[in-house]
């Protein structure tokens, strides 16, 4: 009767996509002494969930439609940051600064979870 929540969907998707990104953070910085590797992030979540909304058409397993990989990964760019001589892009200081706005959509996320959870509690009579 509950599976099909959007609620509880968006945020496991906001919280997924967060994860996603904050590995892509770490392995920017695990990389930034690397000659000539680039930076790489995702979409943010906005753009990616209304990209989804827009189309009309939304992917409901692996490999329908433009659906993610059997890992779930959402597609990477490389970002615009300029690049030092020996051309790595990573920037460590705006790294840790994309981790900390990371961290606040995956609190976002879980903060949308927990309160869905709780109204759905309370309109059974749970408490």
Known sequence: ???GLNVFKAAHAMATHAG?????VAQNIANADTPGYKAQ???????????????GMRASRVGHLN???SAGNLPTFQSESPTVP?????SVELELMKGVEIKRE??????????????????????
Do not use: C, W
């Open 86 to 90: 020996n051309g790595n892009s990573v």
């Open 20 to 24: 996603q990104r904050q590995a892509l």
């Open 41 to 55: 992030d995702l979409r943010p979540f906005a753009e990616v969930f209304d990209g989804d909304a827009a189309s």
């Open 67 to 69: 659906a993610p990989d």
């Open 1 to 3: 009767m509950f599976q």
């Open 106 to 127: 995956h609190d976002r996320a879980i903060a949308i979870y927990k309160s869905s959870l709780s109204v759905l509690r309370t309109s059974l009579g749970r408490v």
